[in-house]
Structures are given as structure tokens and as C-alpha cells.
């Protein structure tokens, strides 16, 4: 079995692209509370799975959703079919109602975009005035907003796309009985994975899902307050290394130093090591130009020996995504989407 595990980061430039609630006039940004009170602002995972979702190509059909209830009682919920729309099955979902309980655990995990060094929040003041009549006081109103870079970890479980458990492990089914019928009737097989029944779509989906998720994860678009705060919100730097298990050993290659974030290039050399009986092929590095200043350069010469030797990669995010996505789709990674536990 073969997960892509790694590290994603973005590049954030007096943005306010997450906010949490607001207090009286101000709208207020996202943050952890660290250290002696110092505010770190963070993006929540189902922001940036959001923005990911969305930035889906226009033409893969999204699940429906439904809504229902009122107040304490309410709930949405998407069709709840992994064997019809990708969304479904990458992203999960769980669908409670009265004609069944359904779920999918996510094949996509993404971690909280976190500040790598400790940005301190600022507060912009601003105020309405335009059309008032002379002498009238302006309506106050302020909202914060940060530069930094952000960080988190990523995992994608190529072995259960397009695989929908059916049976055994505690978990819900992922699709009704008539809905599992329909999926069989349209080219699904019974497969068990990890000694759980389940329904498989043929690989050659597989192989296409998978080359969606990861282009259109090199051009994520999103987040709030764009019509004051615009900025890319693509990932200026992503690491997705094959492993054969679901563990994540790159996780501390961003850092943050006495002059800021960077990468850590002994730290990245050593779990490279150390992990390298459980990696699958190259460990791609996607890195936008001048994202942490001059550091590409240095990185590039510091694994000089690993780059000849093909086992890593480095190259701009969306030249090493769509590589990426070319191979999995010519099958050259096929590989990668069997389970040997089976």
C-alpha cells in the first residue's frame, strides 16, 4: 500500500483568509494562543478542504447537497455517493437519515495551516462615511489580518480511492444497498481491503480521480476577505513523498529559525534515510520561486546527490503536481493503488 505523505505550505500577504468570530466592530482572524499569549494564526483544515473542493475542475460534478431541520437540529449532507462524484469519495461524508446511516472515512487528510514563526496579528481601522450628510459621524469598523507562511501536513490513501468499504471494521457502510447495486451494475467489483469488504471501481477512474485531486491542488483558489485581502492561495511549496504506510516523517521540514521559516535540508536528509526502505519512488518537492527567499537555490545544491540519483525531485509546485498527476494517469504508478495487506 502506498500513501502520499508530506507537507504543504502557503505564502500569505496581509491576507485575512480564515476568520473566527467576530467581537463587537472587529472581524478577527483565526489563531492559536502559544507561549506567553502570543496570538499565531492558523487556517482551519476544512477552510483550506473547502477551497480545495471547490477549485475542483468545473467540469467534475460536485455531490449535491441537502439541507434540513432547524436550529439544533439541522444537517447537510452530500449525496453520499463515492461510486458517482470524486468529491464523494476523496473527501468523505456521512449521512444520517431516516432511510440510513451511511459514511466515508476521508482518503484526503489534511492537516491546520499553522504559522511557522510566531507573525503578530495587526488590526486595520477603517471606517464608512460615503453618501452621509455633512457632520454625521462615519460607522467605525475594524478587522485584522496577517502575513506569514503557513504549514501542514497532507495525506492522501491512494489504496481506497475509488474503493468504498462495505462490511466489518466498526464503520458505517459507505453506500446504501440499492446504491451499491447501481455501482456493480456500472462496472464496480467486490474487492477486500485491509480485511474489509468493500466495492472497487475500475482502475483506470482510479487513476483519473487521483490525477484530478492533485492538479487542482496546484491551483486552489479561496479564502475570505478577497475583495480587500487578495492573494494566491495555491500552495507555494508542497512535499508528497510515496510511503508504504500512513506514517509522516517530513512533517518538521518547514521550521522556523532566528531569521524565519525555512527548510530544514538535514533534518528532510535524515528522515530521507531513515524512511528509505519504506519509500515507494521520489520524493517530489514543489516549490514556487522565491518562496523562502534564495532557499530553493540552496536546497537544490544540498541535495544535489538525491536529485541525480532520482530520489528526489524539486521543481515548481505545479510542474511537479501535473508530472505527478501525468504518471498515475499513463499508469506508470499502479502500483501504488494495491494494498499488499490484502
Do not use: C
Not at 492538479?215 to 508542497?238: C, E, I, M, N
Request: hydrophobic share 40%; glycine share 10%; aromatic share 8%.
Amino acid at each position: 500500500m502506498t500513501y502520499l505523505v508530506g507537507k504543504l505550505a502557503l505564502d500569505i500577504t496581509a491576507g485575512a483568509p480564515n476568520n473566527g468570530r467576530g467581537e463587537d466592530n472587529t472581524a478577527k482572524v483565526k489563531y492559536l494562543t502559544v507561549g506567553r499569549g502570543e496570538r499565531v494564526p492558523y487556517i482551519s483544515a476544512q477552510a483550506f478542504r473547502r477551497w480545495w473542493r471547490d477549485s475542483l475542475p468545473l467540469g467534475e460534478k460536485r455531490s449535491p447537497v441537502t439541507r434540513s431541520g432547524t436550529g439544533k437540529k439541522q444537517q447537510a449532507y452530500t449525496d453520499g455517493r463515492p461510486d458517482l462524484y470524486l468529491d464523494d469519495d476523496l473527501f468523505g461524508y456521512m449521512v444520517a437519515t431516516k432511510q440510513g446511516n451511511y459514511q466515508r472515512d476521508t482518503v484526503l487528510a489534511t492537516g491546520t495551516l499553522v504559522a511557522l514563526p510566531a507573525k503578530r496579528i495587526v488590526t486595520d481601522f477603517g471606517t464608512m462615511s460615503r453618501g452621509f450628510p455633512a457632520d454625521a459621524d462615519p460607522v467605525i469598523h475594524e478587522h485584522e489580518h496577517y502575513t506569514a507562511e503557513m504549514a501542514a501536513d497532507v495525506l492522501v490513501d491512494l489504496p481506497r480511492v475509488g474503493t468504498f468499504e462495505q462490511d466489518g471494521g466498526g464503520l458505517r457502510k459507505a453506500l446504501s444497498p440499492a446504491a451499491a447495486q447501481e455501482a456493480v451494475t456500472a462496472g464496480a467489483a467486490e474487492y477486500v481491503l485491509r480485511g474489509v469488504g468493500a466495492l472497487r471501481l475500475p482502475l483506470a477512474e482510479r487513476r483519473r480521480r487521483a490525477a484530478v485531486l492533485l492538479r487542482t491542488l496546484a491551483q486552489v483558489q479561496g479564502g475570505a476577505s478577497r475583495a480587500l485581502h487578495y492573494g494566491d492561495r495555491a500552495p507555494s511549496f508542497v512535499l508528497l513523498a510515496p510511503l508504504k504506510g500512513g506514517n509522516n516523517p517530513f512533517t518538521r521540514v518547514l521550521a522556523t529559525g532566528p531569521q524565519g521559516a525555512f527548510f530544514d535540508t538535514a533534518v528532510f536528509a535524515e528522515e530521507l534515510r531513515a524512511w528509505s526502505d519504506e519509500l515507494d519512488g521520489p520524493v517530489h518537492i514543489g516549490w514556487a520561486p522565491g518562496f523562502l527567499g534564495a532557499q530553493r537555490d540552496q536546497a537544490r545544491q544540498d541535495l544535489a546527490e538525491e536529485i541525480t540519483a532520482g530520489r528526489v525531485v524539486i521543481d515548481h509546485p505545479r510542474t511537479v503536481l501535473g508530472a505527478l498527476a501525468k504518471e498515475i494517469e499513463a499508469g506508470q504508478r499502479d502500483a501504488w493503488f494495491e494494498d499488499a495487506t490484502v
